[in-house]
Antibody, heavy 121, light 107 residues
């Protein structure tokens, strides 16, 4: 069974760049059957879908996250990543990565456990 | 963009109750709607997709219905493990927005 594991710095200072990585195990990211996504959840609040990427690098962004967010993929490491520039306190959230089936009809079937990112000086 | 409004925001119920949560979309999304369950400190768990299809391994006491702009999630007989927060999500557009959540708590 596929597993996803997020990793990141935990604490970032305002105005810095945040980099998060999702490592996929139990399956290959190099698949025509799935896309891969980042979603975040500010503490005590709801969920926000950020972006989706294919193994070949095709990307789809929530228009609300176009300006500072970059999703990328590294098939050699079976990983995909999220880069966020000029972070502010509003970017404090749990960041989840997830698998998006292309042919099953589900929006996301497997999720990582999430990684908390706090933006604070 | 498409907004999703869930009601109620909080629901107090007892074990064995039939529970209905509503999700309204600001414009038609066909049947591109999913329901998730989230417990504290955990990732969301997919329950229903395409408005009414039960995800593999999910209990049949969960069911979904609706299309267009009005959707419901029904729990036929609430169990202790079902006390959680439930989110709807539209995936008709790239924004893939979520509702604000419905917390199901002990009455």
């Amino acid at each position: 069974q596929v597993q996803l594991q997020e990793s990141g710095p935990g604490l970032v200072k305002p105005s810095e760049t945040l980099s998060l990585t999702c490592t996929v195990s139990g399956g290959s990211i190099n698949s025509d059957d799935y896309y891969w996504a980042w979603i975040r959840q500010p503490p005590g609040k709801g969920l926000e879908w950020i972006a989706t990427i294919s193994y070949s690098g095709t990307t789809y962004y929530n228009p609300s996250f176009l300006s500072r967010f970059t999703i990328s993929v590294d098939t050699s490491k079976n990983q995909f990543s999220l880069r966020l520039t000029s972070v502010t306190a509003a970017d404090t959230a749990i960041y989840y990565c997830a698998r998006v089936p292309l042919y099953g009809g589900q929006p996301a079937d497997f999720w990582g456990q999430g990684t908390l990112v706090t933006v604070s000086s | 963009d498409i907004q999703l409004t869930q009601s109620p925001s909080t629901l107090s119920a007892s074990v064995g109750d039939r529970v209905i949560i509503t999700c309204r979309a600001s414009r038609s999304i066909g049947d591109w709607l999913a329901w998730y369950q989230q417990k504290p400190g955990k990732a969301p768990k997919l329950l229903i997709y395409r408005a009414s299809t039960l995800e593999s391994g999910v209990s049949s006491r969960f069911s979904g219905s609706g299309s267009g702009t009005e959707f419901t999630l029904t729990i036929s007989s609430l169990q202790p493990d079902d006390f959680a927060t439930y989110y709807c999500q539209q995936y008709y557009t790239y924004s893939k927005t979520f509702g604000q959540g419905t917390k199901v708590e002990f009455k």
